[in-house]
Nanobody
Framework: QVQLVESGGGLVQAGGSLRLSCAAS???????MAWYRQAPGQQRELVAS???????NYADSVKGRFTISRDNAKNTVWLQMNSLKPEDTAVYYC?????????WGQGTQVTVST
């Protein structure tokens, strides 16, 4: 059974940093992995992804500030978030695909204050 467990969210002032972790079980993080976020009243949006060969992709709104990475030995994916802005406030979800089925973590809340 695939399980994705996010951690590392919290309350931070604008300009600060957080590092989110996604610990996976039942699947290797060496495949396609991604982070999404959903703000209140908004649709869930892709923040960053990393392919099986390490190609990364970022939403325009986070380019230059966020970095996705992984450690296959620890079976963990991270999202380093720097220069946080109030508009980054959202629940952040770890995501992968198992066969053709999407798999989501439970989410971790990130709140950026002014």
């Amino acid at each position: 059974q695939v399980q994705l467990v996010e951690s590392g969210g919290g309350l931070v002032q604008a300009g600060g940093s957080l590092r989110l972790s996604c610990a996976a079980s039942g699947i290797s993080v060496s495949g396609f992995m991604a982070w999404y976020r959903q703000a209140p009243g908004q649709q869930r949006e892709l923040v960053a992804s990393i392919s099986s060969v390490g190609v990364t992709n970022y939403a325009d709104s986070v380019k230059g500030r966020f970095t996705i990475s992984r450690d296959n030995a620890k079976n963990t994916v991270w999202l380093q978030m720097n220069s946080l802005k109030p508009e980054d406030t959202a629940v952040y979800y770890c995501y992968t695909v198992v066969s053709v089925n999407p798999s989501w973590g439970q989410g971790t809340q990130v709140t950026v204050s002014t």
